[in-house]
T-cell receptor
Framework: EAGVTQFPSHSVIEKGQTVTLRCDPISGHDNLYWYRRVMGKEIKFLLHFVKESKQDESGMPNNRFLAERTGGTYSTLKVQPAELEDSGVYFC????????????FGEGSRLTVL | SQQGEEDPQALSIQEGENATMNCSYKTSINNLQWYRQNSGRGLVHLILIRSNEREKHSGRLRVTLDTSKKSSSLLITASRAADTASYFCATEGSNDYKLSFGAGTTVTVRA
């Protein structure tokens, strides 16, 4: 069974440019989460999808970040325009049920904004 | 805001020794989980302990939970070089189901 896959693994962009990160969850997992880790600090929650609906987007930093989940399958996280402080590793995770506890993580997308 | 906070930030031990790291949190929880991240990889779930449990074992891992002190510990016994990784605690709040992570403990096991 394929795990959570994320693309790209690393992206380097200039400040002001746009980047789109993609996450493919484990097949059949309704719950999809985005997290971010900046500069070795804590891993912070960004948002949570249940199927195609945003269940909780309380962690989204500002309106430069837009997350979508087309048809309840893969998800994209777009940063537009990117700022220096957006640099970090963006993790996607999925789970079968909301209260199951365990999340299955992808390997992350490292974003470097110059 | 950060819910879980690991201590120490970094730990270096000799192969065969035990490694202990701690996690403190702030609000009431449904469960507490530990994850491992090898360099450049994703987080891997290690163990989950529920709020009504006090201790749990999985292979060489032992987790304790003290809800009165809002703290947990992870013990790795007989460490191996392959245990070199960052370890994160994550709490699922009783009023807020999403997982909140700390900044992690970086463990280096020397051969």
């Amino acid at each position: 069974e394929a795990g959570v896959t994320q693309f790209p693994s690393h992206s380097v962009i200039e400040k002001g440019q746009t980047v789109t990160l993609r996450c493919d969850p484990i097949s059949g997992h309704d719950n999809l989460y985005w997290y971010r880790r900046v500069m070795g600090k804590e891993i912070k929650f960004l948002l949570h999808f249940v199927k195609e609906s945003k269940q909780d987007e309380s962690g989204m930093p500002n309106n430069r970040f837009l997350a979508e989940r087309t048809g309840g399958t893969y998800s994209t996280l777009k940063v537009q325009p990117a700022e220096l402080e957006d640099s970090g590793v963006y993790f996607c995770a999925s789970s079968q049920t909301t209260y199951t506890g365990e999340l299955f993580f992808g390997e992350g997308s490292r974003l470097t904004v110059l | 805001s950060q819910q879980g906070e690991e201590d120490p930030q970094a730990l270096s031990i000799q192969e065969g020794e035990n490694a202990t790291m701690n996690c403190s949190y702030k609000t009431s929880i449904n469960n507490l989980q530990w994850y491992r991240q090898n360099s450049g990889r994703g987080l891997v779930h290690l163990i989950l302990i529920r709020s009504n449990e006090r201790e749990k074992h999985s292979g060489r891992l032992r987790v304790t939970l003290d809800t009165s002190k809002k703290s947990s510990s992870l013990l790795i016994t007989a460490s191996r070089a392959a245990d070199t990784a960052s370890y994160f605690c994550a709490t699922e709040g009783s009023n807020d189901y999403k997982l909140s992570f700390g900044a992690g403990t970086t463990v280096t096991v020397r051969a």
